[in-house]
DNA sequence: CACCGTTGTAACCATTATAGTTATATCTTC
DNA sequence: GAAGATATAACTATAATGGTTACAACGGTG
């Protein structure tokens, strides 16, 4: 069983951080509260600068916020990570047998009904704001 | 980025093939529906056995459902191939700082909307059946 | 009983994504 | 230029996947 990358659960505390600290938050800080490797938070920031979420200062150090946190989703994060490409949550088999009704029908009916099924999740998570994780905090 | 496993997929397959087969289906017939190794469909088939979905006849061989086709749903399909545990599906980082007020909040308050998420697309997949998708082939 | 086609599994391999690590280049301020 | 930070390339170990080969066990048929 392959997991949704915890890419994604590292990026939600980053944006956490960086929403709840008064002053900017480093690389080596950031890693420390996560427990990882610098360069792995590094990396992610620089997905989520990509994404238009976060503002980096390189040389000076130190990240924040480019949106208020009750205008970031999950959904926000999920897509600025690249945990899944859109619509390929689910893979399916390729080159079924053309020959079989089967074989030649599945992949257009399947995919249409994962797209929904991933759709729903997706809907879920965009209702999940980072301002209502970090209420919850205590 | 990960995806789920074609496992899922390929059962969903196996068992239109067997909802829409008159006769029973031996692996290797499956296997060139599904164009693949006939040992990945038994490896299936096994599974699939396991959750009472299909029966199949050792030495004789073939296979055929154990239930009607309205009454399979791909979350049952989806369970019965186990690409997914039960509320796993997305995977959350270990050992945050709990000196850190987010490292100490984040993995409660994060896995409760994951879960959620991840229950939203369960609950779409239940909503789709075997004969459901059979109904829709040309 | 022996044969034959089938299912059931174990063992192994190549591929791929991930998380982590080390090292180095680049940037900004002092 | 020094100091401290980010940016990124390169590499490793680990794990899941899909595939393959090989072989044991099963169950009818001649």
Same mark, same amino acid.
């Given at each position: 069983?392959?997991?949704?990358?915890?890419?994604?659960?590292?990026?939600?505390?980053?944006?956490?951080?960086?929403?709840?600290?008064?002053?900017?938050?480093?690389?080596?800080? /950031?890693?420390?509260?996560? %427990?990882?490797?610098?360069?792995?938070? $590094?990396? !992610?920031?620089?997905? &989520?600068?990509?994404?238009?979420?976060?503002?980096?200062?390189?040389?000076?150090?130190?990240?924040?916020?480019?949106?208020?946190?009750?205008?970031?989703?999950?959904?926000?994060?999920?897509?600025?990570?690249?945990?899944?490409?859109?619509?390929?949550?689910?893979? /399916?088999?390729?080159?079924? %047998?053309?020959?079989?009704?089967?074989? $030649?029908? !599945?992949?257009?009916? &399947?995919?249409?009904?994962?797209?929904?099924?991933?759709?729903?999740?997706?809907?879920?998570?965009?209702?999940?704001?980072?301002?209502?994780?970090?209420?919850?905090?205590?």
């Amino acid at each position: 069983m392959k997991q949704i990358s915890t890419r994604f659960s590292m990026a939600v505390h980053i944006l956490c951080l960086l929403a709840t600290s008064p002053a900017d938050c480093t690389g080596d800080f /950031i890693a420390q509260s996560v %427990n990882t490797n610098p360069v792995i938070i $590094r990396r !992610i920031m620089g997905m &989520l600068k990509k994404a238009g979420l976060v503002d980096v200062r390189p040389g000076v150090g130190g990240a924040s916020l480019r949106k208020p946190p009750d205008q970031i989703t999950l959904l926000d994060v999920y897509r600025a990570v690249r945990v899944v490409e859109t619509d390929q949550l689910f893979r /399916i088999h390729e080159h079924p %047998n053309i020959q079989c009704p089967v074989g $030649r029908n !599945i992949e257009a009916v &399947l995919q249409a009904e994962l797209k929904a099924a991933q759709a729903a999740m997706e809907e879920r998570l965009s209702q999940t704001t980072i301002s209502r994780l970090i209420a919850q905090f205590q």
